[in-house]
């Protein structure tokens, strides 16, 4: 197969990722006779360097010329402290998803054997949690009108009925691919967009007689996600309270370094790791890059090679069982590997592993 994939390291961390996420889709270009064309865009605080413009218009040609963009993170501390920066690194994500229309995000969390230690909650919560966010990404606060003076600030938190239903409805064909279980999170008893969620999904429930859907506040969700993570199969939501509980979800892999996620919905797919730019680790080779190497596997995966991914995913499993880690993932007393190392190795892994 032939991928046009556009790159996009952003800031911070993500060109150390990135560069391991490419090398293993290399790897796998060469083992499985692919063809996979990398060429390279800008987008964040470098290209607010660069452009003036956080997502310049040669990155949305580039993206909507492409089969896929592999990206990886945004942000930089010299905005972070600036309430008053009229740009932002973070503006040039949220125009990039609007302009591909990305209006779902599906962030996948599971649990690695060899890593279970590592979280903070009990092996026994955690062993087999297995759970998919799906988090609308085009709408809500973020988006919706917003008013900033020195005494008063808003955000609107808009949703239309046709915003609503569309997730929704990827939410029940990711249920019915799974443990047929949706879970709708949202706050009816308080909010008026909660309440059209709750309605809408209310409705369209009997089109999915197979699948067992229930209803849950987000703050009631936030406390069953740490308590009994197993509970969940499919669970579906508004874009900021899907972007608060991936963060905390990340906290039952023992890592926020490795989960991955796929943005689709509209013109170009994007593939891109949860976490952020973690500023404080650039160019010390100490990042994880497991995370963006799993939304590469995502991609390949997205487009039907599925073998492929599952290759990418061993991979993975291989270096976590030999202890190829990185910092925030090494056991005890052993020595950590760079963010170079480990992407080194399971590209490597994914030359000689069976299929
Ligand atoms: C995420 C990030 C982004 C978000 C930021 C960087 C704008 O936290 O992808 O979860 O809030 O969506
Ligand atoms: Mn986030």
Known sequence: MELKIAV??????????????VKVLENVSQRFDHKFIFKYGDVGA???DKYGDPFPEETLKLCEKSDAVLFSAVGDPRYDNNPSAKVRPEQGLLKMRKSLDLYANVRPIATFEALLSKSPLKEEV???????????????MYFGEKYESDNMAYDTNIYTRKEIERILKIGYNYARRR??????VDKANV??????WRKIAQEIASDYPDIKTDYMFVDNVSMR????????DVMVTENTFGDILTDEASVITGSMGLLPSASIGGKTPLFEPVHGSWPEAAGK?????????????????YFGLVEEGRLIRKGVELSLQNH??????????????TTEEVGTYIANAIKHLEL
């Open 8 to 21: 996009l390291p952003g800031d911070g961390i993500g060109p150390e990722i990135s560069k391991e996420g």
């Open 46 to 48: 470098v290209a607010i």
């Open 126 to 140: 955690i062993r087999d949690a297995d759970f998919v966010c799906i988090r609308e990404l085009t709408g809500g």
């Open 179 to 184: 443990r047929k279980h949706l879970t709708v």
């Open 191 to 196: 909010l008026a967009s909660s309440r059209l």
């Open 225 to 232: 996600i740490i308590q009994d993570p197993k509970f969940f």
């Open 285 to 301: 080779n100490i990042a994880n890059p497991i995370a963006q190497i799993l939304s590469a596997a995502m991609l390949l995966e």
């Open 324 to 337: 190829i880690s990185t910092p925030d993932i090494q056991k005890e007393g052993l020595k950590a590997f």
